[in-house]
């Protein structure tokens, strides 16, 4: 009766066995396969980069070489506009812009903001007096006319 018992476990522990040899087997060829995968994206990717260069930018201007083309046109309008000059001044043009737009939003936020804030500590407490001055901290117009 051991002998059967034993057979059976060791026939259950061989299919055991072969089952976490199968998992692993299909592990491993998921892996081939993104691995495949992965290298196959890249290689086109490659491939389609080069073809671009070659014959979009390459070829070209090989075939043009000495002759007048659009292509010495455009670099010669490119150099003597001092393309690079205009793109550096419409850059810090556009920047300089971003920033009086952010400081006006900034400021228009603040008012926005101290005047409910205003709203509030009057509903606190009523009776309270203030300095005099205005939200953004400057002396009203009837004071100074006075002085």
Sequence with gaps: MSSTRSRKDSAHRQKAMTDKE???QAEKW???????KQILVCGTVIACIFIVCY????LPIEASAGKQTSV?????????????VWAAW???AVGAGYGITERRKRLSERKERDERIKSLE??????????GLSVNGEIPKKEKASE
Excluded: P, T
């Excluded at 998921?30 to 495949?36: A, G, S, V, Y």
């Excluded at 014959?55 to 390459?58: E, I, N, S």
């Design 30 to 36: 998921k892996k081939n396969c993104e691995f495949r």
């Design 55 to 58: 014959f979009g930018v390459y």
């Design 22 to 24: 199968f998992e692993w």
């Design 90 to 92: 419409g850059a810090g």
């Design 122 to 131: 009057i509903q606190i407490d009523g009776k309270r007096s203030s300095s």
């Design 72 to 84: 010495l046109y455009a670099m010669k309008f490119i150099s003597d506009v001092k393309l690079h």
